[in-house]
């Protein structure tokens, strides 16, 4: 399964590229992510529970940066393990350019998945993948855009802004 | 008119009562004192090497009573394969262990890699999550093609290759089918794809292990349809048990289809476990494990050459098939696509030079093995798609190519070493115009058309090889079996008879129709009789059920044993009356002196033989209990007509199947309403393959038909109301009741009529459509027509 689109996020480049390498960011834009810790250097470390189709699990799993050239380009790869559920793996090629509104963020994501993912999941497992992909860049986006925003994100009209305003309120 | 109860009779099938009312007892149904559970932690890649596997996070859940691992099988054999195939050089087979445990590499996803036994499904369930295991994937071997490349991943690092075996049949023939095909008129070629099937019989499978210290017996209650077979192949090959200390009991057991015949390796597992842990160990496997546990069915990729002279006569038929194994060899496997197909090729024709060429590749996926039909739908799926292309591409009428190429005087020794011993092929053809109504099909294409709609007929010869298997003959061909069957006939003191087969019962309604045959031979009601079966401490050894064989091979061993109990009966009647042996007969259940009024019940004469008072103690053992084996002296060769009517929607490449007509020649017939009923199904699973059924493996050996949502069975909805008939009957010559089999026939005969069916209609739309793949799904259907308007501009 593959799958690519890009952004363009209202911020400089080194903030993007910043964020990028954020746990703490990444942690508020992988759906379902409850943990995430470690540095780009080392990996980070995920706990992430999704539910594809009708198989519910808890993935844990690692993410690895590669390939790194600030502020422009990064592989991010990771795997993660469902237990009975199977396993997830994938890459993204994410770059980064500058343009006249900020920066624009270009991902090709491939994704696998295996075990009882595969089995029952196969039909939605591409819509699925879609999916998430479109929520954490959309919610990338709102996390990096966010310092541009007033300071009374609970009364903002989008409710992921006003989240993100929590958690950079919180961190 | 058949007699209440005896052969002919469509008598209702006793056994449906407690089936239908809930009151069967299936293995699932066992529950032993002190059962464990066990659950299978299966690969979910399709190969990879195993690091390590950490057992101490799970044993320590609550519950668990151990983790099993390969480790823990050290010494025992590995699953084992039932076939040796030998290749075109001489050389016999690659045959790889099949390990009960995954040692070293897992080789499809589903391959067991360990084992948690504990006091409840729930904890076993639970403490496999905690169990850690580090697998390196590699890439896989998925598609049979790239599989047998120089590079291709390895499934076994142990063989040189992927390649199994490479088959030729008959080698001496190779060169004579090329010339032959050089020198043709006409050659017709087809490639095409035999669709991987997944068997799913209602009941998933289960083991029940149980060890008894004290006798140091062992029980397994396993779904199968031959547990003498599972008790040989396990005892003997894989946990050195002998077989006195080893009872296998295969109760009701809900459809088997073929994949409830090879030995798996759960049975070992819980035989073996339930003595290490002196606790009974049972497993069920849900569906989802039997996606990628059972064996599948099918998976051939051929490409066939069918020869003819200038008047339309078969000259030679080559062809050349990849059978897919799967990564390991399941019991039957490598049979399926040379003896059980090879052999079938001639089909009704008297094709006289045919050449078959099969290799057989080992792949990261499940194990592939005998499912409905076994090697013979994948024969005759090829034979009657190129005998219609051919007739196509030719100009003439699929009816005459065939009638003229038929075989009419038997015997027929074919080129293919089989020799049909009955048969009559215009008659099944006739039976099936007539039925089919054909002659009024111009009529019902115009209304279709009218209605923007294609209409479409298809016709299908087929032939089989059933009553599987004269024993030195199968021998000869790499059998590590004999392909007997056997029969204890006990008649009890008050005149009932237990019929003890070797025969298994999971659906064919033999509780029924082997009654139904005592009752005729000896003229008591059926209520009188009892077959026993599916318990090797019960039952002598037997064969079990598969290849279309109960009736014509158990049930003439059960013929052959009631004989003998008449024979002896008769010695006891003659003493009773006073009378020469050669003077009694039996009819209606009383014995007569001939030409005389005088008469003795079969009662009296059972009571005699067990209260010897007034007996001839000094020529007649007391008792009456005979057993018999038998042996066929060849296969049976059932034969019919298929004729299958579509519409498709050639906006959406929606096919309809409108009406289906089976002209069947099973010989005679013992149950005529059950013989309908095997056709009713077996044509549905054909149509099943031919309209939806498939076994879709990603390009990373992930299995992505794994459930219902995204296999599709047919539903009575897919399929038409069927009519099906039996009265071609032209009976077998060599065995005693003169039958030939009907389990199998549906399915064989179906996919290729529903394929020419659909093709035929295409064709009268204009669409020059050569051939689409099973299963004929919509988007198939539609992109052939896309293709062919596309062509045509």
Not at chain 2, 246 to 254: E, N, Q, T, W
Not at chain 2, 271 to 297: C, I, N, Q, Y
Not at chain 2, 349 to 362: D, E, G, Q, R, S
Not at chain 2, 621 to 633: I, K, N, Q, S
Request: aromatic residues 8%; contains cysteine; negative net charge.
């Amino acid at each position: 399964m593959e799958l690519s689109g890009r952004r363009t996020i209202e911020a400089p480049r080194e903030e993007v590229w910043a964020a990028i390498l954020d746990p703490a960011v990444l942690k508020r834009c992988v759906p379902g992510c409850t943990e995430m810790t470690g540095n780009p250097d080392d990996g980070f470390e995920a706990t992430v529970v999704q539910k594809v189709g009708p198989v519910k699990a808890t993935f844990k799993g690692n993410i690895v940066l590669a390939e790194m050239q600030a502020p422009e380009r990064v592989r991010i790869t990771g795997e993660g393990k469902g237990g009975a559920a199977g396993f997830a793996k994938g890459g993204a090629d994410v770059t980064l350019s500058e343009d006249a509104n900020g920066t624009v963020l270009e991902y090709d994501v491939e994704a696998k998945v295996g075990g009882k993912l595969a089995q029952l999941g196969g039909r939605v497992i591409d819509g699925f993948a879609k999916k998430m992909a479109d929520q954490f860049f959309t919610n990338f986006k709102n996390v990096v855009e966010g310092p541009a925003e007033d300071d009374a994100p609970a009364e903002a009209p989008e409710a992921k802004k006003g989240w993100f305003g929590r958690g950079k309120a919180a961190s | 008119m058949p007699k209440d109860g005896g052969i002919g009779d469509s008598t209702r099938r006793r056994e449906d009562i407690r089936f239908l009312t809930g009151a069967g007892r299936y293995s699932d149904d066992i529950n032993v004192h002190g059962q464990t559970y066990a659950h299978f932690v299966r690969s979910d890649v399709a190969h990879g090497r195993i690091r390590s596997i950490d057992v101490a996070g799970a044993e320590a859940m609550p519950g668990v009573l151990k983790v099993f691992t390969s480790k823990d099988f050290e010494g025992a054999g590995g699953v084992p394969c039932g076939w040796l195939i030998t290749s075109r050089d001489g050389t016999p087979m690659q045959e790889p262990k099949h390990p009960i445990l995954a040692e070293g590499k897992v080789r499809h996803v589903g391959d067991p890699i360990a084992v948690v036994v504990a006091e409840t499904k729930a904890q076993a369930r639970d403490a496999a999550d905690a169990l850690e295991i580090d697998i390196e994937m590699l890439d896989a071997a998925c598609d049979m093609k790239a599989a047998l490349e120089d590079g291709a991943p390895r499934v076994h690092d142990d063989l040189s290759s992927n390649l199994c075996y490479d088959w030729g049949f008959v080698e001496d023939n190779r060169e004579a089918v090329d010339e032959a095909i050089k020198a043709a008129a006409h050659v017709t070629t087809l490639e095409l794809v035999n669709n991987r099937l997944v068997a799913n019989p209602m009941e998933p499978r289960v083991a029940i292990g149980e060890y008894n210290p004290a006798t140091d017996e062992h029980t397994l209650y396993t779904t199968s349809q031959n547990p003498h077979v599972i008790r040989l192949l396990m005892g003997a090959f894989v946990l050195n048990i002998p077989e006195h200390k080893l009872r296998v009991v295969a109760p009701d057991v809900g459809g088997g289809f073929g994949t409830k015949i090879f030995h798996y390796a759960e049975e070992a597992f819980v035989t073996f476990a339930a003595k290490a842990l002196r606790r009974p160990v049972k497993w069920t496997s849900s569906r989802s494990e039997a996606f990628m546990s059972d064996a599948h069915g099918r998976d051939h990729v051929t490409k066939i050459e069918l020869a003819l002279d200038a008047d339309n006569n078969f000259t030679a038929l080559r062809t050349t098939t990849l059978a897919n194994m799967g990564a390991y060899l399941s019991t039957f496997a490598p049979s399926v696509p040379t003896w059980l197909h090879g052999t079938l090729m001639a089909g009704n024709y008297k094709t006289p030079l045919i050449y078959v060429n099969v290799k057989a590749v080992f792949t990261n996926t499940v194990p592939v093995d005998a499912y409905r039909g076994a090697g013979r739908p994948e024969a005759t799926f090829q034979l009657e798609r190129v005998v219609d292309k051919a007739a196509r591409e030719l100009g003439v009428s699929p009816v005459e190519l065939r009638r003229q190429n038929f075989i009419t005087a038997f015997p027929y020794a074919t080129p293919v070493a089989v020799e049909y011993d009955t048969g009559n092929y215009h008659a099944t053809m006739d039976k099936l115009l007539e039925l089919s109504d054909y002659s009024g099909f111009e009529t019902r294409a115009t209304d279709s058309k009218s209605r923007g709609k294609l209409r479409g007929f298809g016709i299908a010869h087929y032939i089989e090889a059933c009553g599987i298997a004269p024993s030195n003959l199968v021998g000869q061909l790499g059998a590590r079996a004999g392909l007997y069957e056997s029969a204890t006939v006990r008649v009890n003191a008050t005149g009932s008879i237990s019929v003890m087969t070797g025969s298994h019962s999971h659906g064919q309604g033999h509780e029924t129709t082997f009654a139904q045959v005592i009752s005729e031979m000896i003229g008591i009601d059926a209520s009188q009789v009892d077959i026993v079966h599916g318990d090797t401490a019960r039952t002598p050894m037997g064969m079990g059920t598969y290849g279309s064989r109960s009736i014509a091979v158990g049930g003439s061993a059960m013929v052959r044993a009631a004989e003998k109990v008449i024979a002896k009966a008769k010695r006891i009647a003659a003493h009773l009356m006073e009378a020469s042996e050669g003077d009694i007969e039996l009819k209606d259940g009383q014995f007569t002196i001939a030409g005389t009024d005088k008469s003795v019940a079969w009662g009296d004469v059972t009571l005699a033989a067990y209260v010897p008072h007034n007996y001839p103690l000094e020529e007649i053992e007391p008792g009456l209990e005979e057993t018999a084996f038998y042996d066929p002296a060849n296969f049976t060769y059932p034969s019919g007509g298929y004729g299958c009517e579509v519409e498709v929607d050639p906006e959406t490449g929606h096919v309809k199947v409108l009406a289906f007509t089976a002209a069947d020649d099973f010989g005679n017939v013992i149950n005529p309403m059950i013989v309908d009923g095997q056709v009713h199904g077996g044509v549905a699973q054909g149509i099943g393959q031919a309209m939806m059924e498939n076994c879709a493996y990603d390009a990373e050996g992930q299995l992505i038909s794994a459930s219902y949502m995204d296999y599709a069975m047919p539903r009575a909805g897919d399929v038409p109301m069927f009519t099906v008939d039996a009265s071609c009957a032209t009976p077998c010559t060599h065995n005693p009741l003169g039958v030939k089999g009907c389990g199998e026939a549906g399915a064989i005969g179906s996919p290729p009529a529903v394929v020419n069916a659909v093709i035929d209609a295409l064709q009268r739309g204009g669409y020059d459509v050569g051939h689409i793949d099973m299963p004929l799904i919509p988007s198939r259907v539609w992109q052939a027509i896309q293709d062919a308007t596309a062509a045509k501009r």
